[in-house]
């Protein structure tokens, strides 16, 4: 083990464990659509408190991507998101992972604040969020949710082995996209190396997450690629899901994790743009920056939320209507915001 702990953070993960502790039925949760981070950090919390012999179960508003099913082989009935509501309902304490907004819980954020029970928020977003009083770990300065669920097991002395090692391992992985972007801080490779000294396999990992993929993952990717526009001018490029391509494709939203890369590494790009149709007349628009372009700002103002270097947020109105209205705002925002 290499990392400390300040005295405050130590405290806090006390006091999340004391309340853990004192739970018959613990059900954690994360956002929709989630993602390796989210889904990494309930299964690593998952191994942790079953070691400690509590009774906990996984439940998320929507379905869990086929490439990390492989995190719940050794759980087999831990996956409990297809009765999600009656889970959460069923509860007596309730751990949200990886977002401190109940809006982004989709179905479930409704149930999770009727219900009166503790809810632990445990999560490295910036905004303070909107969910019901209970134990806060929370620290937007570490690059992933999974490195925090670590930080609770060494504050606690709990043992982590190596399905909990794997686990976090994925979700400091995927959040850094591999240990490149710019939230992979000397203290997450601390994390990182301490997970892979419990003797856990890296390029195993790699592959059940990155190369396990659909024939039409790539489809989806050429065809999003084609509709590709950049605007030198203001360090600007965006992409376009084409309607129905999800479907055509026979993939999930899950599939398109990493194409808003493409955009952003064009040369002089510095805000790139990844537009989705959502079902019920909504837009989503996943947002990445280079530099000193900080697109929480950006998405904040809009209602959604996110980090620096990486936000996004949901939009009523048709594609030509929120891309019209994003693409103005952003060619504004860029031309307000100097280059670095
Ligand atoms: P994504 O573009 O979906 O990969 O999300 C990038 C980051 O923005 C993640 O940290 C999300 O939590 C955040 N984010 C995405 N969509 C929203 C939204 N509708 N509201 C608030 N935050 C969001
Ligand atoms: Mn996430
Ligand atoms: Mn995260």
Same mark, same amino acid.
């Given at each position: 083990?290499?990392?400390?702990?300040?005295?405050?953070?130590?405290?806090?993960?006390?006091?999340?464990?004391?309340?853990?502790?004192?739970?018959?039925?613990?059900?954690?949760?994360?956002?929709?659509?989630?993602?390796?981070?989210?889904?990494?950090?309930?299964?690593?919390?998952?191994?942790?408190?079953?070691?400690?012999?509590?009774?906990?179960?996984?439940?998320?508003?929507?379905?869990?991507?086929?490439?990390? =099913?492989?995190?719940?082989?050794?759980?087999?009935?831990?996956?409990?998101?297809?009765?999600?509501?009656?889970?959460?309902?069923?509860?007596?304490?309730?751990?949200?992972?990886?977002?401190?907004?109940?809006?982004?819980?989709?179905?479930?954020?409704?149930?999770?604040?009727?219900?009166?029970?503790?809810?632990?928020?445990?999560?490295?977003?910036?905004?303070?969020?909107?969910?019901?009083?209970?134990?806060?770990?929370?620290?937007?300065?570490?690059?992933?949710?999974? +490195?925090?669920?670590?930080?609770?097991?060494?504050?606690? =002395?709990?043992?982590?082995?190596?399905?909990?090692?794997?686990?976090?391992?994925?979700?400091?992985?995927?959040?850094?996209?591999?240990?490149?972007?710019?939230?992979?801080?000397?203290?997450?490779?601390?994390?990182?190396?301490?997970?892979?000294?419990?003797?856990?396999?890296?390029?195993?990992?790699?592959?059940?997450?990155?190369?396990?993929?659909?024939?039409?993952?790539?489809?989806?990717?050429?065809?999003?690629?084609?509709?590709?526009?950049?605007?030198?001018?203001?360090?600007?490029?965006?992409?376009?899901?084409?309607?129905?391509?999800?479907?055509?494709?026979?993939?999930?939203?899950?599939?398109? =994790?990493?194409?808003?890369?493409?955009?952003?590494?064009?040369?002089?790009?510095?805000?790139?743009?990844?537009?989705?149709?959502?079902?019920?007349?909504?837009?989503?628009?996943?947002?990445?920056?280079?530099?000193?372009?900080?697109?929480?700002?950006?998405?904040?103002?809009?209602?959604?939320?996110?980090?620096?270097?990486?936000?996004?947020?949901?939009?009523?109105?048709?594609?030509?209507?929120?891309?019209?209205?994003?693409?103005?705002?952003?060619? +504004?925002?860029?031309?307000?915001?100097?280059?670095?």
């Amino acid at each position: 083990m290499t990392i400390t702990l300040t005295d405050d953070k130590r405290k806090a993960a006390q006091e999340v464990a004391d309340t853990l502790g004192a739970a018959r039925y613990i059900v954690l949760t994360t956002h929709v659509n989630p993602d390796g981070d989210g889904l990494g950090s309930e299964v690593g919390l998952a191994h942790l408190l079953r070691a400690q012999g509590r009774t906990v179960v996984i439940a998320n508003p929507t379905p869990t991507p086929a490439r990390f =099913d492989f995190l719940f082989r050794d759980l087999p009935e831990l996956d409990r998101s297809r009765e999600a509501v009656r889970a959460i309902r069923k509860a007596d304490t309730i751990v949200v992972l990886d977002i401190a907004d109940s809006t982004r819980l989709g179905v479930l954020g409704a149930e999770v604040s009727g219900r009166q029970v503790p809810v632990v928020c445990i999560d490295h977003h910036a905004s303070p969020g909107t969910l019901p009083a209970g134990p806060r770990f929370v620290d937007p300065s570490v690059a992933a949710t999974g +490195e925090l669920i670590y930080e609770i097991a060494v504050a606690n =002395d709990w043992p982590v082995n190596t399905s909990t090692a794997r686990a976090l391992y994925v979700a400091l992985m995927t959040d850094t996209g591999g240990f490149r972007f710019s939230n992979t801080h000397p203290r997450t490779l601390r994390v990182a190396a301490d997970l892979l000294e419990t003797g856990i396999d890296p390029e195993s990992i790699y592959l059940d997450v990155y190369a396990t993929a659909p024939e039409g993952r790539p489809r989806l990717l050429a065809a999003t690629l084609e509709t590709l526009v950049v605007e030198p001018e203001y360090g600007l490029a965006w992409v376009t899901v084409p309607p129905g391509a999800i479907e055509r494709y026979g993939v999930t939203p899950d599939d398109l =994790d990493g194409v808003v890369e493409h955009p952003r590494s064009i040369s002089g790009v510095r805000l790139a743009i990844l537009f989705r149709e959502l079902s019920q007349g909504r837009i989503k628009v996943s947002l990445r920056s280079v530099g000193d372009v900080n697109v929480a700002t950006f998405a904040h103002a809009l209602g959604g939320g996110g980090h620096a270097k990486a936000a996004g947020v949901a939009l009523p109105g048709t594609m030509a209507e929120v891309q019209a209205m994003i693409l103005t705002a952003a060619r +504004e925002y860029l031309s307000n915001t100097n280059g670095s």
